[in-house]
């Protein structure tokens, strides 16, 4: 059973900072595209950053400058840096993974539960 949890979120106030982790667990042979995603109340749900098995990186435009996607592959864990938090990056935040179970499966998307952030004085 292929698992993602996140874990990092809270309540932060406005210039503040957090760090968001998301371990991926089960049966994986290998993962492939990372990322997380947030969805704020009233709001879909959006991209925030993603991260190629190489490195390759892209951020939506309102978090660049600030938050910083990385992961370590071989811990399976993707994490997101949050710097300089504004009222408005207060959400849900999801991580997702595609990977595959085994050399023959195909490649699938998993996501977590999701982590609330919220940044608030």
């Known amino acids: 059973q292929v698992q993602l949890v996140e874990s990092g979120g809270g309540l932060v106030p406005p210039g503040g900072s957090l760090r968001l982790s998301c371990a991926a667990s089960g049966n994986i042979f290998s993962i492939n595209n990372m990322g997380w995603y947030r969805q704020a109340p009233g709001k879909e749900r959006e991209l925030v950053a993603t991260?190629?098995?190489?490195?390759?990186?892209n951020y939506v435009d309102s978090v660049k400058g600030r938050f910083t996607i990385s992961r370590d592959n071989a811990f399976k864990t993707a994490y997101l840096q949050m710097n300089s938090l504004k009222p408005e990056d207060t959400a849900t935040y999801y991580c997702?993974?595609?990977?595959?179970?085994?050399?023959?499966?195909?490649?699938?998307?998993?996501w977590g539960k999701g982590i609330l952030v919220t940044v608030s004085s």
């Open positions: 997702n993974a595609f990977l595959q179970i085994s050399v023959s499966d195909s490649v699938t998307v998993y």
């Open positions: 991260i190629t098995r190489g490195g390759r990186i």
